[in-house]
């Protein structure tokens, strides 16, 4: 798939969390932007002193966006204080335009993968390329009837990126896709949609070994926070998963 570069012009915009935002955006050009789930973006824009730099996005894009196959371009955008690409994106009107290039990344589900179980593990804005995911999840659910596990690790449910989507997913298949939210500082209020069986109160690389990692029938995705993906890329290991049965994507924090 060759590298493209492009134009990408803004669509629409909201909060996912008090520090984060999900930005749909349309290629400028008319095109649409073929890509396979889990791969990621770049936009390119320059500092105050016209140094040029770049940040990475996962795309949150799901195909069968209302806007049409293939025509949205969706990411999660992390708010730091004084960072530069908080600055640009902060200041982006509708109808704004920004440079960006891709798509780009191997942090993919693989059309020659035989595995029964899918454990999918997140921090933050690493779960994003899941929700990309979800389509061909269900398609995978229906052709081969895969597990899936999701363990998605934050702080509190204010910051449980896209949470009612993979709510209503799970509860649509209820015998294949497991969702597990780790809230690490504050658990929901009892009696709330956040408060279902599956939360945990703790970090997400606590609870892996709960779920009996196999090497027989797992591939493990892991993608966030590197203290996590380390962790948990140790711990699968022991487990006796082999190295290319663990997928891997670190999300630094930049400003």
């Known amino acids: 798939m060759a590298i493209q570069h492009f134009p990408l012009k803004l669509v629409s915009r909201r909060m996912l969390a008090p520090t984060v935002g999900h930005y749909v955006f349309v ?6 932007l073929d890509f396979i789930p889990g791969q990621f973006i770049q936009v390119h824009f320059q500092y105050g002193d016209g140094t040029a730099t770049k940040r990475s996005y996962s795309l949150a894009t799901i195909h ?26 902060e200041g982006l009107d509708i109808g704004g335009v920004v440079d960006a290039s891709g798509p780009f990344g191997r942090f993919c589900l693989m059309p020659q993968d ?4 899918y454990l999918l593990i997140g921090t ?32 509190n449910p204010t910051e449980l990126l896209y949470g009612d989507e993979f709510r209503a997913f799970a509860h649509k298949h209820p015998d294949h896709f497991r969702f597990v939210p780790c809230f690490s500082r504050e658990l929901p209020e009892p009696g709330s949609a956040q408060a279902h069986a599956d939360v945990r109160h703790g970090y997400v690389q606590q609870f892996l070994a709960e779920f009996a990692p196999n090497p027989d029938s797992d591939i493990a995705y892991l993608c966030g926070n590197p203290n996590m993906v380390d962790a948990c890329f140790e711990a699968l290991k022991g487990h006796g998963l082999a190295v290319p049965q663990v997928r891997r994507e670190k999300y630094v924090s930049s400003k």
Do not use: K, Q
């Open 114 to 117: 035989a595995n029964r179980r």
């Open 64 to 89: 069968d966006h209302a806007l049409g196959p293939g025509e949205a371009v969706e990411i999660a955008v992390s708010y730091v204080p004084g960072g530069a690409a908080t600055a640009l994106f």
């Open 124 to 155: 933050g804005t690493g779960v994003t390329p899941y929700r990309s995911m979800l389509p061909e999840l269900e398609r995978l659910i229906g052709e081969r009837g895969v597990e899936i596990v999701l363990l998605f690790g934050a702080r």
């Open 27 to 32: 290629r400028d050009d008319g095109a649409p």
